[in-house]
């Protein structure tokens, strides 16, 4: 345990380790880790340990309390997991087993503790009866006191919710060999010194402290000070983790083409997973809807969203449910998620560092990645600092060109023609076009057309150079009659009934009977059950039931008209429109500010009242939550 001389070539404190891949031939057998740890480290596929865990292991093995500085990605959970259960399965043999908990892990988030928990266990798969606990706050204490009741050796866990565990006694700390801090630059930028400081006071005198950090901040070096005894202090330098295996290039896009420059990239070049930076939480959920709109499988992630849901949006990219992640820096840490073909930094990041965390997310298990970057003009002083940050040249990248694009959307709906001749039953429809051209003198080419159309449900195949309509178009439609369709307006609702958004409108040149279709549709409701439309010029309010099942909601979450998915959403009266306002005929029933139905209308209510008639309730409908909140 004491912290005696090496005898090892490392010199003691503030080691610098600049060891590439090339140079460092060390086998994980040399590092004197016990047999059954290398036993799995090699069942993982690790043929060799990467600089860090090279230069950390033996002195962790020797009981020394150690500092570890290196980028995200080059290993750090090994480094102290290996040494950590090397030395645990050596004091089981030396005491008789023991469920008492002997290692804790610090950890910053939820998904990290979880990451490394599962790294750990991982490691584990040659010794006997070990337990790794993932303790961690937003998710019931239950299991994790069964789980401390039942005894953990190694415990991973948030500071705040290993604090909790602490006060409630159900963490019990007294033969606790060996702490880490992970991402510990991370923690402390979270606000957890306090905590950190805290746990450490709450453990036994006798024991191995490791920091791993990404970065060496003063406040690191405060904690290291204070808490870790003789630390010896290993750094790797950044050259090699972000790799040959990347490849960085750079485009120059203005705010407003970036959409546009994103979807042009994401059409034509061959990606798996993509995680997609931007700087602010409202910008994850804002492109993320946006790239829904335009058909693609995204979602957000950001600090505001429950840790729960976070996770399972990390779940659904790695088993492909979704390809792209929207995030912004803090949200996507040290994410490991190997199918990450692209990361696009959307926004630029804020300091080189963050650039270079955020490319790591890619190029993971020495897979080949991608890293664009969005900048304009102006900001292209930074390309040097990058470059010289990452010793590697960051190419300049011409965007696609529309043709491109449209040479790949007419060979993937080629494709899909093939893989439907070759996999799907065409005999109905084989008569079907047979009798068709017969019936009406046409060309089984003619035919084919109008069906390719049919596929397309009436979205265009082909991006225009311009694809934003003028606004004045949108404008001109705007007369009283215009908008609704000839189901009418609703102007109050009726009881029990709630309105919905959905994101199509003119602009997509969607038709009442086709909301009515695709709902009736696929959220199982009758005609009658739904109420009014209101097309609006980028989204529609519906009338639909309240209370939606869990089915419907999920049904109509995917459902799409034409082609754009509909983004079913109960309205909240965003986006006030002028268009919408006042107006007998009209939108009347939207308050031009809140956007919603005035429930009670004390005020104008001649309009409002009329239709729906006998009384249905119209002034209280069995929703007000969603419409009470916000009148006024
Ligand atoms: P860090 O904590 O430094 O960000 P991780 O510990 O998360 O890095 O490791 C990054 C990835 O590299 C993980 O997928 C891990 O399984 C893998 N890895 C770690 N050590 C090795 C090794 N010696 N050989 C091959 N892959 C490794
Ligand atoms: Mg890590």
Known sequence: MSSEQQSSDVPNNSTNNDATDEENTVTFAELGIDGRVLAALSDVGYEKPSPIQAATIPLLLAGNDVVGVAQTGTGKT???????????????????PTRNTQVLVLAPTRELALQVAEAFSSYTKHM???????????????????????GAQVVVGTPGRVIDHINKGSLDLSDLQYVVLDEADEMLRMGFAEEVDKILEATPENKQVVLFSATMPGSIRRISKQYLRNPQEVTVKSSTSTGKNIRQRYAQVMGPHKLDAMTRILESEEHDGVITFVRTKMATEDLADKLKARGFTAAAINGDIPQQQR???VENLRGGKIDILVATDVAARGLDVER??????YDIPHDTESYVHRIGRTGRAGRT???ILFMTPREK???RAIEKATRQPVELMQLPSVDIVNDKRLDKFAQRITATRESEDLSVFRNLVEKYVEDNDVTAVEAAAALAHMAQGGRPLLMEELPTP??????MSKGAKDGFGSRGPTRALTEGNATYRIAVGRRQRVMPGSIVGALANEGGFTATEIGGIDIRSDHSLVEL?????????RALSRTRIGGELIQLELDSGRKPRREGEGGGGGGGGYKGKSGGFRKDGPRKTGGFRKDHGAGAGSRKPRTGRNFEDRSN
């Open 381 to 383: 002083y930074l390309l």
């Open 545 to 553: 039931p309240a209370d939606l099942s869990k089915d419907q909601w």
């Open 128 to 150: 006997e009866d070990v337990t790794v606990l993932p303790v961690y706050g937003g998710s019931p204490y239950g299991p994790q006191l069964n789980g401390l009741r039942r």
């Open 470 to 475: 003028p606004a004045k178009q949108v404008r």
């Open 311 to 313: 996770e399972r949006t």
């Open 78 to 96: 090994a480094a102290f997991a290996v040494p950590a259960l090397s030395r645990m399965a050596e004091l089981a043999d030396l005491n008789g």
């Open 369 to 371: 990645g991608d890293a």
């Open 340 to 345: 990450i073909s692209h990361v696009i930094n």
